[in-house]
Nanobody, 121 residues
Framework: QVQLVESGGGLVQPGGSLRLSCAASGSIFSIHVMGWYRQAPGKQRELVAT???????NYADSVKGRFTISRGNAKNTVYLTMNNLKPEDTAVYYC???????????????WGQGTQVTVSS
């Protein structure tokens, strides 16, 4: 059983910063990609940022220059540092991991339960 547990959401004023964390645990052979997605009320879930096991990153245009994704030394954790937050960043943020539970198993997509980020004065 694989679990992704997020933390670090909350309420912040416009221009403020937050750091989200996500830790993957359970029967994991290797993690290929970890990332963050978000879903605002009435909207579809959208990509925020991803990072591969090799360290390559990808960002949505709307967060480039403001958000930074990184992985911990243990490689089973991922962080999202969010600076200069805007009201339009308000959403539930979900951690995502594409991983294998064994060497001969296919890649599988896992999701965390989500953490609320609210940017408001």
């Amino acid at each position: 059983q694989v679990q992704l547990v997020e933390s670090g959401g909350g309420l912040v004023q416009p221009g403020g910063s937050l750091r989200l964390s996500c830790a993957a645990s359970g029967s994991i052979f290797s993690i290929h990609v970890m990332g963050w997605y978000r879903q605002a009320p009435g909207k579809q879930r959208e990509l925020v940022a991803t990072i591969t096991d090799g360290g390559s990153t990808n960002y949505a245009d709307s967060v480039k220059g403001r958000f930074t994704i990184s992985r911990g030394n243990a490689k089973n954790t991922v962080y999202l540092t969010m600076n200069n937050l805007k009201p339009e960043d308000t959403a539930v943020y979900y951690c995502n991991a594409i991983l294998q539970i064994a060497a001969v198993q296919p890649l599988v997509n896992y999701w965390g339960q989500g953490t609320q980020v609210t940017v408001s004065s």
